[in-house]
C-alpha cells in the first residue's frame, strides 16, 4: 500500500469496496495491491504473474484497454494509468468459482477469513522457486502415475474438473502423490466404513487396526487384505471439515504370518500325543481343521500294502481314505482307496495328480485354470474360504525323515482364493507337511532308531538353537559395526582380493566426492582411478596396493586428489583453498591358505594438516627472509651512520688541534686567531653539522618506517 503513489489513492478506496476481484499492478510488473474479493480466489501469485505476461504480450499500439480470457474461464480486463501502473479487474467467470462448498471447491467465506496472498514485493528468491502444484498447471516430467491422476477425467465424477479444485484439495492430491506410503482421499462416506468416516467427519481422528479389507485389482481375483487405518479430517476455510485423509499402513504379511504360526502350533500340539499312525492321521486333521482360510479343504491318504488275492502276483501299494476336512468324506471325487500300481498313465482326476506324487516325491500343484484341479474340488464347507470358489491345490506327498524316504501318506489341501500362492504361502504348506512327516517318521522307526533319532532330532534343535542365537549375535555385532561405520569421522572401506568394494561408509564417498554407484565400478589397476588421484601420486597409490597383495604387509600411504580443498579459517573468517589430501591405512586379510582375501582400513582427510604445514614452512620462509632483510638494513644503516661519524671525529679532531697549536693569547675568553685559521675552524664546524643533518636523515627515515610498519603515521595534505 505504501508503495502506491498519492494520485491512485483514492482508486484503492473505490477498489477496496467493489465486489469483482481487482488488483493494482506497478510498472515492473509487480502486484502492489490486491482487494478482499481478489484474495478470496483460489488463484496463485503464479498464476496471476501469468494473466499479466499474457496480457502484456496482447498490446497492441496505444489501446488503453484490453481484455483476456484465462485458463479457468475468468475473463479479466486491464486498464493503463499513469507513470505504467495499471489495473486488474476480473470481470467475468468470478461467481461460480465460491459457490460449492464441498471437497472440490471452498465456501464462499467472508472477506476476512478468506486466505491472505503473500506479497512477494519482486523477491528473487519466490521468483525463482520452483512450481510444484502440478494440479492448476502442466509440468515436465511428472512420474507415470502421477501424470495418470492429471489425466484422469474429474469432470464426470462429483468432485468436478480439476480447475475447479479447492486450495485444501490440491494440497491434499500433491502431498498424497508425493508420499511413498499408500493414502486416499474420501469425498463421502464410504458404505463399508460408515460409522468410522461419520466419527472422522464430526472431527474425531479415527485409528483402526489390522482392519480386512476385500481387494480386487484390475485383471486380478479379489485379494484378502489388512491395513491400519488413520482417519484424519481435512478442515476447511470455515472451520468445518470438508474431506477426510485416510493414511494406511498394509499389515497383511504380519496378519497372515501370525494366523498361519497359530496354525502351525495347533497342529503340532495335536499330533504330538500320536503314537501309531492310525493316531497321527485324524490329529493331524483335528489340527488343521481351524484353518479355514488357509486350508479350506484337506484329504489324507495313507499308503499300505495292498495284499495281492494270489500268491503269483506281486505286493503292491494301494490309497486308502483316512479323512477329510473341509470336505465331506463322501465326496464322489473322493474314492475310498485306489491302487499306486493302476492308472499310471491314464488316472482319472485326483488319483492322476496322486499318482505323480507318488512316482516324483514332490508336491504337485493343481489348478482350475488348466484344468488339473477337477470342478468338484473347488468348493469347500460352508464358512470356509470365504464361501468362495477355490482355484489352486497342492498334493503333497508324506514320507519318512530318513535316508530311503518311504512314502506314508499323500495329503491333498485346497489352497485360499484371497491369497497368493507365493513364497511364503509354500512355506506354511511345508512346515505344516514336515510336522506329520517327522512325527510319522517317529512312530514307524524301530524303538532304538526311535531312540537314536529323538536324540539327534533333540541335538539338531540345540544346535539350530545355538546358529540361531550366534547367528543373532553375529547379526547384532554386524549392525553395531555397520552403525559404527556409517557414524564415525573417518572413511572405512573394504575391498576383495581382485579390487571389488565390499563396503564403504558415507564418510569415505564423501571424501572422494562420489556415490555408491560411481564407486562400485572402481578397480585398483588405475584406469578407473586416473580422474580421481593426482597425476603425480597415481602410480605411487597403484603400488601400495600391489605392495599389500605381494607383501602382505600393512601399508600407509598418503596421496592428492584432483578435487580442490576448500575451507574456511576459524580465527579469520578467510576462505582458505588448496589441494585435497588423504591418509590411507590399510591391511590385509589373510585366510587359511595364505593369500589374501580382503584388505580393509582407514582414510583420513589430512587437507587441514598439510595445509597447516604448508602454512608454516611458508611463515618460517617469511621469517627467515625478514631476518635476512633485518640484517641487510641494519648493516647498510651502520655503514651509513659511520661514514659521517667518521667524519665528525676528525673535523672535531681537527678544531682541537688548531686551537691547541696557536700561540695567541685568550684574553677575557675570547681567542684570536689568524684568519686562515679561523677558516679551517669554519669549515670544519660546516662539517660536523653536515654529517650530523645526514646522520638525523637516517634517523628520522627509520622512524617514520616504524611509523608506517605500526599504523601510527599520520599523511595529510598541507593547507
Known sequence: MDDIPVELRGLVTYLDSDDRPSAIVSGAGVVAYRNASFKGLPLLEHEAQLILDRLRRADEGDKQVQKIVADDGRTWKRAHLLNGWTTLVCVGGYEDQTQDAGIGLEPDLPSETKPEIPETNGSPMLAKSEYFDWTRLAAAGLPPWTQYIRDFDWASTPVGPMQTWSLHLRSVVVYMMNNPQPRLVVWDIYEGLRPYFEQAWRGNPVTLKELPVMMQREGSAVEEKHFDFSLLPIVGQDGHPIGILDELVDTTQAVRGRRRRDSVRNVGQMISSATTLKQLWPAFLTGLEPAVVDAPYAVLYSIQDDVPETQAEATQKKCVLEGTVGIGADHATLPPEFSLGMHLNTGPGLIKACLQAWQTGEPITLHSTDGSLPPSLTSANPGRAFDEEIRTAIVAPITTAVADE??????????????????????????????????????????????????????????????????????????????????????????????????????????????????????????????????????????????????????????????????????????????????ANAFPDIGADGEVIAVMGWLTDVSHRRMAEKLLAQRLNDALENKRQTEAFIDMTSHEMRNPLSAILQSADSIVSTLTATVMPIVGGNVSVSSETADEIVDAAQTIILCAQHQKRIVDDILTLSKLDASLLVISPEK
Not at 441 to 447: D, G, W, Y
Not at 515 to 537: F, K, L, M, S
Not at 538 to 546: A, E, H, K, T, V
Open 406 to 583: 518311504e512314502m506314508l501318506g499323500i495329503l491333498v489341501m485346497g489352497l485360499s482364493p484371497r491369497s497368493p500362492y507365493d513364497e511364503e504361502y509354500k512355506l506354511w504348506t511345508h512346515i505344516v507337511s514336515d510336522l506329520v512327516r517327522k512325527t510319522a517318521t517317529l512312530i514307524v522307526l524301530p524303538e532304538e532308531q526311535r531312540r537314536a533319532q529323538k536324540i539327534a532330532n533333540e541335538l539338531n534343535d540345540s544346535l539350530a538353537q545355538q546358529l540361531r542365537v550366534t547367528t543373532l549375535q553375529a547379526e547384532r555385532s554386524e549392525g553395531k559395526f555397520r552403525r559404527m561405520a556409517e557414524s564415525a569421522p573417518q572413511g572405512m572401506y573394504m575391498f576383495d582380493a581382485e579390487g571389488k568394494t565390499l563396503h564403504v561408509n558415507d564418510r569415505y564417498l564423501a571424501m572422494l566426492g562420489e556415490t555408491r554407484e560411481q564407486h562400485a565400478t572402481r578397480r585398483p589397476d588405475g584406469d578407473d582411478w586416473r580422474d580421481q588421484v593426482h597425476p603425480e601420486d597415481l602410480d605411487r597409490f597403484i603400488q601400495s596396493w600391489d605392495i599389500i597383495m605381494q607383501k602382505k604387509t600393512p601399508i600407509t600411504i598418503e596421496y592428492r586428489l584432483k578435487k580442490p580443498w576448500k575451507s574456511v579459517d576459524d580465527t579469520t573468517g578467510q576462505d582458505l583453498e588448496g589441494e585435497t589430501w588423504l591418509l
